[in-house]
């Protein structure tokens, strides 16, 4: 076959004898890839005349979507929401080691915390691809101080605050920049939170309701207004009620702009919510559901005292909990054991399990023309998976950055 390099000298890499999941299915095709980007093996082979340099045969592996990780506090002994000198070296351990659990792309995130903390942390976090080096930054995630008193859940009392007279320079001067933002997590029912979500939503920053007890018209409203997410569905909320369903009245509701979809996270670890209640969330709103981990800086570390931003937390088992108390405070679960664990719970296919940790982050965050696919001319940012969905390998840019020990399989 003539060669392809009057397009492109980059090499050409095949992957074969694998079952994709494209269009919400998965097709037994091969995957072909180049300079980071997955291609249209028609458009090579007519307008091209080109062909591979390089098969790799992926021995009947699933491959998928990278996973997107939109919460997660810190892991192996970081938290995002300290202020510390090596701030940068913790952050790349984290993207570091998260490879192994199939995320490709994160929003590092941070708890309540006093406005010293965030002016120190937030220059210290810039939007980045992932490779070699580690999964890649999507933006920060700003999980309060704006929120409910009656909700903090783990999060520092004494940090928690209110939009006063000048509502968003408030929000300003607490963060001192948005410009790493992705999302902001507020509570809708605080005075003057419209504006507030107006001005965010301007400028492209992605509006997340939780740590609230607001019900279900000042939601909507929030809605209306551009909030587009749900921090940890059912957690930190007034519990579901048949009069007024709260934040959770959302996944049904009918007072959603035209062709907009509210989206909401959850946290699949079997601890923060039971299996019925992420059946009927799943069943009520399946395209909105995105996984997340809420991973604290104990997850990949040994049960103990660990820190959550100003809170000191205390692992046993799988549960996390603010010491002393019966508290739960995020958690220890990986993404890949939340995608396991959905599956089970629902009962749902491997391609839906996979596109709540891919297709959905990136359509929340409005980036699925890039990621969280792999249709042509997207990032080739995937996961080689077997049927039990065990991460294998991962690739970023379509170079492999992990990939899984065979004694250990």
């Known amino acids: 076959m003539p060669s392809n390099k009057s397009v492109s000298d980059a090499p050409i890499v095949q992957f074969t004898n694998c079952r994709i999941l494209r269009d919400h299915q998965l097709q037994r095709e091969d995957l072909w890839v180049r300079e980071g980007k997955i291609l249209n093996p028609e458009k090579l082979f007519f307008d091209e005349k080109g062909s591979a340099d390089v098969q790799l045969d992926c021995k009947d592996s699933i491959i998928a979507p990278g996973f997107i990780d939109v919460q997660i506090n810190g892991g192996f002994g970081v938290d995002f ?29 941070l708890v309540t915390s006093p406005p010293s903390v965030y002016h120190q942390v937030l220059p210290q976090i810039s939007v980045r691809n992932g490779g070699a080096h580690g999964a890649g930054i999507l933006g920060a995630h700003l999980e309060g101080p704006f929120i409910s008193k009656e909700k903090k859940g783990a999060h520092p009392e004494h940090c928690l605050r209110t939009f006063e007279a000048g509502a968003f320079q408030d929000l300003l001067a607490t963060y001192g920049s948005l410009d790493c933002v992705q999302i902001v997590t507020l509570a809708p029912e605080m005075r003057r939170s419209s504006e507030v979500i107006r001005e965010l939503t301007k400028r492209g920053i992605c509006v997340s309701l939780g740590h609230s007890v607001a019900n279900l018209s000042q939601a909507e409203e929030a809605v209306q207004h551009g909030a ?73 570390l040994a049960p103990g005292r ?87 390998a991962t690739y970023i840019a379509g170079e492999e950055v992990w990939r899984q020990d065979v004694l250990g399989m």
């Open 228 to 300: 587009t997410f749900i921090t940890h569905l059912f957690n930190a909320m007034l519990p579901f009620h048949h009069r007024d369903p709260g934040i959770v009245g959302l996944l049904t509701s009918d007072k959603i702009p035209a062709g907009r979809r509210v989206f909401y996270g959850m946290i699949s670890d079997g601890i923060h919510t039971n299996p019925a209640a992420l059946r009927i969330a799943h069943r009520a709103h399946p395209k909105g559901l995105v996984l997340v981990t809420d991973a604290i800086a104990g997850m990949g």
């Open 306 to 392: 660990h820190t959550l931003g100003q809170q000191v937390v205390e692992i046993d088992g799988l549960n996390t909990y603010i010491a002393g108390t019966k508290t739960l405070s995020g958690s220890v679960a990986t993404m890949d054991t939340c995608v396991r664990h959905f599956q089970e719970a629902t009962g749902c296919s491997v391609e839906t399990a996979l596109e709540a940790a891919s297709l959905h982050p990136a359509q929340l965050l409005g980036i699925e023309h890039k990621k969280g696919t792999l249709n042509y001319d997207s990032d080739a940012d995937f996961l080689m998976l077997n049927d039990n969905l065990y991460v294998q």
């Open 81 to 109: 929401s300290l202020a510390t000198d090596d701030f940068k070296s913790g952050i790349d351990l984290v993207s570091q080691k998260i490879l192994s659990h199939g995320v490709t792309s994160f929003c590092p995130t």
